[in-house]
Antibody, heavy 119, light 110 residues
Framework: QVQLVESGGGVVQPGRSLRLSCAAS????????MHWVRQAPGKGLEWVAV????????YYADSVKGRFTVSRDNSKNTLYLQMNNLRREDTALYYC????????????WGQGSLVTVSS | QSVLTQPPSASGTPGQRVTISCSGS????????VYWYQQLPGTAPKLLIH???QRPSGVPDRFSGSKSGTSASLAISGLRSEDEADYFC???????????FGGGTKVTVL
């Protein structure tokens, strides 16, 4: 069965970095675009980034552009989100989600990885 | 502030029909598909409607989606207690070149 398992979250000080991982299994990882979507505590959903099936194209929300980098290793069936210069407003549960393309049609989601930015 | 606008709450009694609206603009809903998600407490969102009015396999036909102009709606008919959840609309925005979400609507079953 399809599984997406995020890891790497934690508590980090403002200005520091963190890398999230999303391990995929149960499907052919290298034919799907993958997205990161976050949800601040008690708030709604916010799209963060997308990477194409082969990693050749990436797009970011304005709120993270220049600070976050999405990447993937198709040989390891793993998606990454490198988060630099973290801000308090980046505090959220970060989900990885599978999509057939860039549109927000997410048929599978991970359980989320909590990132807390606090001094 | 979300790009897509939803009412913060909606409610109904068991068996009733509840409708949730999602308002956008020509750069998103007006020219693109709408997607709807259900998020039960403490869980990841689940895709309910894709391509504005299509249900993925396994989603009950009590859930239906529609779109007209720059607005979309999700209807839940025959409301059940297990439908109590947050519901989010989403779509692609041509101007922002990325997906956008509504702020979410909390549905309460009275």
């Amino acid at each position: 069965q399809v599984q997406l398992v995020e890891s790497g979250g934690g508590v980090v000080q403002p200005g520091r970095s963190l890398r999230l991982s999303c391990a995929a299994s149960g499907f052919t990882f290298n034919i799907y675009a993958m997205h990161w979507v976050r949800q601040a505590p008690g708030k709604g959903l916010e799209w963060v980034a997308v990477i194409s099936f082969d990693g050749s194209n990436t797009y970011y929300a304005d709120s993270v552009k220049g600070r976050f980098t999405v990447s993937r290793d198709n040989s390891k069936n793993t998606l990454y989100l490198q988060m630099n210069n973290l801000r308090r407003e980046d505090t959220a549960l970060y989900y990885c989600a599978r999509a057939s393309g860039y549109r927000p049609s997410y048929d599978y989601w991970g359980q989320g990885s909590l990132v807390t930015v606090s001094s | 502030q979300s790009v897509l606008t939803q009412p913060p709450s909606a409610s109904g009694t068991p068996g009733q029909r509840v409708t949730i609206s999602c308002s956008g603009s020509n750069s998103n809903i007006g020219n693109n598909y709408v997607y709807w998600y259900q998020q039960l407490p403490g869980t990841a969102p689940k895709l309910l409607i894709h391509r504005s009015n299509q249900r993925p396999s396994g989603v009950p036909d009590r859930f239906s989606g529609s779109k007209s102009g720059t607005s979309a709606s999700l209807a839940i008919s025959g409301l059940r207690s297990e439908d109590e959840a947050d519901y989010f609309c989403a779509g692609w925005d041509d101007s922002l070149t990325g997906p956008v979400f509504g702020g979410g609507t909390k549905v309460t079953v009275l």
